[in-house]
């Protein structure tokens, strides 16, 4: 039986990934997701483009989105929902994550 995927993506932030995948001029084969020591919390999450899959990353493929996981944030995003959100007060990739016990004020970093 496969294991459960590391992150979820919602329709939205599907439809997204790939618009903005496609207007990039050099191929890549997903989106990598990571944290990074950052903020007034703790940590950050982080996007790049992946050009290639690195040893050790969890690739999630799901609604024709690539996403690779970089093996050190796993445990930190076991269980989360990543979705795209446009409306009046802000567009960006939100990240719903079961395992933040705290995040700033901003909303830039979070800790578990």
Do not use: W
Request: glycine letters at 8%; aromatic letters at 6%.
């Amino acid at each position: 039986m496969p294991s459960p995927n590391v992150i979820r993506i919602t329709d939205a932030a599907a439809a997204r990934v790939k618009e903005i995948m496609a207007q990039r001029d050099t191929p890549a084969v997903g989106l990598r997701i990571g944290v990074k020591p950052r903020g007034c919390s703790g940590l950050s999450y982080t996007m790049e483009y992946a050009e290639e899959v690195k040893h050790s990353e969890e690739v999630v493929e799901d609604k024709g989105v690539t996403l690779l996981v970089d093996p050190t944030a796993t445990l930190f995003l076991i269980g989360t929902e990543m979705d795209y959100v446009d409306d009046q007060v802000q567009a960006g990739f939100v990240f719903r994550n079961p395992n933040e016990k705290a995040r700033c004020g901003c909303g830039e970093s979070f800790s578990v």
